[in-house]
Nanobody, 123 residues
C-alpha cells in the first residue's frame, strides 16, 4: 500500500507560480514512477507530467511544456511540480499518482492516488 499526500495548491494570479509537492509513504518510493494529473470542473482528468524512478525519463503534456517542471527527491520520498507562467486554464484539482515501473501518460495504470490539491489561477 502507498499513501500520497499533495500540498502547495492555492490561489494565484495569471503569470504567477506555484510549487506542488507530493509525499509518498508505504512502499519503496524510489522504484516507482510518479505523475501529476489534473481535473477541471466539468472536464475529464488529464495528464500533466510524469517522471521515472531516476528522473532520467520525463514527460509533459503539450499544454504545460516549457512552463512546468517535474522533479523528485527519492531521499525525501517527494515529487514536485514547479508551475510557472500560470494561466487561467491551468485551474484544476491536481492529483499525484504512482505506479511501479515506467511512467505512462494515461491514468488507467496508476494504482495509487493522492486526494488532490486545488490550484486556482485568476485573471
Amino acid at each position: 500500500q502507498v499513501q500520497l499526500v499533495e500540498s502547495g495548491g492555492g490561489l494565484v494570479q495569471a503569470g504567477g507560480s506555484l510549487r506542488l509537492s507530493c509525499v509518498a509513504s508505504g512502499r519503496t518510493f524510489s522504484t516507482y514512477a510518479m505523475a501529476w494529473f489534473r481535473q477541471a470542473p466539468g472536464r475529464e482528468r488529464e495528464f500533466v507530467s510524469a517522471i521515472n524512478w531516476s528522473g532520467g525519463t520525463i514527460y509533459y503534456a503539450d499544454s504545460v511544456k516549457g512552463r512546468f517542471t517535474i522533479s523528485r527527491d527519492n531521499g525525501k520520498n517527494t515529487v514536485f511540480l514547479q508551475m510557472n507562467s500560470l494561466k487561467v486554464e491551468d485551474t484544476a484539482v491536481y492529483y499525484c499518482a504512482t505506479k511501479y515501473g515506467a511512467p505512462v501518460l494515461d491514468d488507467v495504470t496508476y494504482r495509487y492516488w493522492g486526494q488532490g490539491t486545488q490550484v486556482t489561477v485568476s485573471s
